[in-house]
């Protein structure tokens, strides 16, 4: 069985609509997969429809942006109730307050003279209620600003450049209450990329466990190889389960392709073990 359990569709920041997120996973081999939209729900049901069609296993799921010491974190919530009505009232603000973050951004891009990055990025965004920095991204790789998307982050939008404004996204505890409370599996995203310390990667991971966390994304298209092994070592010293997926945005948009995930290390327990 081939399992991808974190990618984006349009209701985010993917380059395709839900169903030809699901048609995609279908041709490039994927039996089971989670779509887990940066803090929207919206895209399920199309999943769903195209899934019972095509006769894929889809996990409902979403990707929560979290705030925790100071670092952005992302949560991933699998086998979620989309119809749980905290964890969706928990969504729509978390999206307005993206809304207010997007203008600050404009602002201080156009403090940098790049005027019209909201309008911009409002183009890129197929979802009105979703702006992400991926759709600031595109608009100044059209306009030229960088050659990709890479280029755009390291220039403009990570923290010490302009384009980039702090933001107060919810708290780990705020975001797994709503995962659990819509009965779902919370997992840490891509945890190699948050640049954590050998102390705070394990008070992260003991605070993730003391809120009833179960899982750590192993694989990821934000892994190296070498990272699988460290951080299946750190889920096994804290008895968390081990998550693997693509986290697809588009064809040709750096991460990994849908299905493209290696097997997990030797000695991980899956967190498919409990779908
Ligand atoms: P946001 O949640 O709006 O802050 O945007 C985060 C999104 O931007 C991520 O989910 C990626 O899709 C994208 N992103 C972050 N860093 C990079 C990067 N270095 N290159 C390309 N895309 C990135
Ligand atoms: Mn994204
Ligand atoms: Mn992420
Ligand atoms: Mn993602």
Redesign the pocket.
């Known amino acids: 069985m081939r399992f991808d359990l974190h990618c ?1 569709s349009t209701c ?2 993917g380059l395709l609509a839900p169903a030809d997120v699901v048609e995609r996973a279908v041709l490039r081999g994927v039996d089971v997969l989670a779509l887990t939209d ?2 929207e729900l919206k895209g399920l049901t199309e999943a769903r429809a195209a899934a019972a069609q095509w006769g894929l296993r889809l996990i409902d799921g979403v ?1 929560i ?1 979290v705030l925790w010491e100071g670092i ?1 974190l ?1 949560i991933v919530g699998l086998a979620i109730d989309a119809g749980n009505e905290p964890l969706a009232s928990g969504l729509a603000a978390v999206r307005a307050g ?1 809304q207010l ?1 997007a203008e600050a951004m404009a602002q201080s891009l156009a403090d940098c003279g790049i005027a019209g990055a909201l309008d911009g990025a409002r183009r890129h965004a197929r979802n009105p209620e979703l ?7 595109r608009h100044l790789v059209d306009r030229g600003h960088a050659p ?3 280029a ?3 220039r403009f ?2 923290p010490g450049k302009p384009g980039y404004v702090e ?1 107060q996204w919810p708290t780990l505890a705020e975001a797994l209450a709503w995962i659990h409370g819509a009965g779902g599996v919370a997992v840490i995203a891509h945890p190699g990329r948050y640049d954590l310390g050998p102390a705070q990667c394990d008070r992260l991971l003991g605070e993730f466990v003391t809120l009833g966390g179960r899982a750590v994304e192993i694989v990821t298209g934000s892994h190296a190889p070498d990272e699988f092994v460290t951080w299946a070592h750190h889920a096994r010293r804290f008895g968390l389960l081990a998550s693997a997926g693509s ?1 697809f ?1 588009g064809p040709g ?3 990994r392709d849908l299905g493209n995930v290696p097997a997990l290390p030797p000695g991980c327990e899956p967190v498919w073990s409990l779908f």
Not at 131 to 137: P, T, V
């Open positions: 984006h985010s920041d940066h803090d990707e942006s952005t992302h993206r973050r702006l992400s920095r991926a759709h600031f991204a990709d998307t890479n755009v982050f390291r939008l990570t933001h986290d945005h948009e750096g991460y």
